[in-house]
């Protein structure tokens, strides 16, 4: 069968790994949306393959000059830098960036002969602006959609661009093909089985008709620990690069 393509076709599926139609999933179809809902979430955070990593303008306004923070779009995981406030030594317009007239200057020798020299003069002025001028310091929690930046507002300047650049989510709403993700296959399918064994514990030392009985018992303890190894793997093993600011 081809891989799913829906949230619907996805919880088929991962009905069907661990036994439907042939064994009754006494799980309600809440309980499963909940347990999908969970390894998505789990999958993003923890799991290469759940974000990516963006870049976003923002032009500053007026407010943002009072408020001291900048807006945030919904569902980012994290922010790892921010670019830049017209505050830098090499900054400039035109003929005037130390940049523009360094390479005006080398551009001949540049051409001949190795980029060493332009490589380190570009880190020494990098280095000088992070000693004379400071970079911003800045605050950052997903769940407030804001990024607060703590600097002198008289250095914020109204029209120009502010790059950030953060992780943002991968929504199976938009890229179906997130449903076909075998690493999130198979930690839905144990969340799952986690919960039906947690469900017939409930039941634990009823006798059927025949003298079958239930062992949830069994279904949780290997779910558990099948769950507890994923997990242990995504997070030492699988991560994204690390987020300088995060929820």
Do not use: C
């Amino acid at each position: 069968m081809a891989q799913p393509q829906s949230r619907e076709e996805f919880i088929q599926y991962i009905l069907r790994k661990i036994g439907a139609p042939v064994i009754q999933i006494n799980v309600a179809e809440e309980q499963i949306d909940d347990r999908v809902d969970e390894a998505v979430s789990f999958w993003r955070d923890y799991h290469y393959n759940g974000s990516q990593l963006v870049y976003l303008k923002h032009i500053i306004t007026e407010q943002d000059k009072v408020n001291g923070w900048i807006p945030l779009p919904e569902k980012l995981l994290g922010i790892s830098n921010i670019f830049n406030f017209d505050t830098s030594i090499s900054m400039g317009g035109g003929i005037f960036n130390v940049q523009y007239q360094f390479v005006l200057n080398n551009v001949q020798d540049m051409s001949s002969y190795s980029m060493v020299n332009y490589y380190m003069t570009m880190q020494h002025i990098e280095f000088m602006q992070e000693m004379l001028v400071g970079k911003p310091i800045i605050r950052y929690n997903k769940h407030v959609n804001k990024v607060f930046i703590d600097n002198d507002k008289e250095r914020w300047t109204v029209g120009t661009y502010i790059i950030v650049e953060a992780y943002d989510i991968i929504d199976p709403d938009e890229y179906s093909d997130v449903w076909g993700d075998r690493w999130l296959q198979n930690y839905a399918s144990v969340l799952v089985r986690e919960q039906w064994g947690l469900n017939l514990t409930k039941f634990t030392n009823m006798q059927l008709v025949g003298g079958v009985s239930f062992n949830g018992e069994q279904i949780l303890a290997e779910a558990r620990a099948e769950r507890e190894k994923m997990e242990e793997e995504a997070i030492n093993n699988l991560q994204p690069l690390t987020y300088n600011f995060i929820g």
